[in-house]
């Protein structure tokens, strides 16, 4: 489910987008046989998917789906959330698909995405078409190794991500009032309005002695 967010301010620049992906929790009928009988009772979880800019903290784009939904098939639409021209795309191996790289493609934008151990060449050196990012990834890995490729392609930035889901689960709790998936998503794209209000406010600085 979707529910738009404000659009940010452009800086003028291309976004660098990290996406990632976490659990809330759906508060509701069973809740009360969780803390009677203890947490082995089933419960029911929404998974919230972020775009974050790497260099603000500021969110771009936030879906809410099932918990079942795999992150690769939400990214295309999450991007197409953001207006802003994009510089690249930076998500976990769970993002590793086709599509996903398409979607990033047709946005212009670079992807960084660690291929899943024993992948393949997709698109071999004699072929005409353009390199596919993805393949170079994996060839740089198989050369390097997977270590240097993250700190060579700036993988790193990728964990800006999970601070901003630790951010949003720390400020505004990791659950859900709402009751109807429609109402689940308009409350967390709420959380995320304010969170981002609060991150143009300011974000602190650390100094290392």
Not at 107 to 134: E, F, M, S, T, Y
């Amino acid at each position: 489910m979707q529910a738009d967010l404000p659009p940010p301010e452009w800086t003028g620049k291309p976004v660098h987008l990290a996406v990632d992906s976490t659990g809330l929790k759906v508060s509701g009928e069973g809740e009360w046989k969780v803390r009677k009988h203890g947490a082995d009772k089933r419960r029911q979880w929404r998974k919230v998917h972020l775009a974050v800019d790497t260099d603000t903290g500021i969110i771009h784009a936030v879906q809410t789906t099932g918990n079942e939904i795999a992150d690769g098939t939400v990214l295309p639409d999450l991007l197409g959330q953001v207006s802003e021209p994009m510089a690249c795309v930076l998500g976990d191996g769970s993002y590793d698909w086709r599509s996903c790289y398409a979607a990033i493609a047709h946005c212009g934008a670079k992807a960084i995405i660690p291929p899943r151990r024993g992948a393949v060449i997709w698109q071999h050196g004699n072929c005409h078409a353009k390199p596919l990012d993805r393949d170079a990834a994996l060839r740089h890995i198989r050369k390097h190794g997977r270590a240097a490729w993250k700190w060579d392609g700036g993988y790193h930035r990728r964990s800006l991500a999970e601070t901003g889901m630790f951010r949003l689960k720390g400020l505004f709790g990791s659950g859900l009032s709402a009751k109807s998936e429609a109402s689940q998503a308009v409350e967390v794209m709420v959380r995320c309005a304010a969170l981002n209000t609060m991150t143009r406010l300011g974000m602190p600085k650390i100094h290392y002695q």
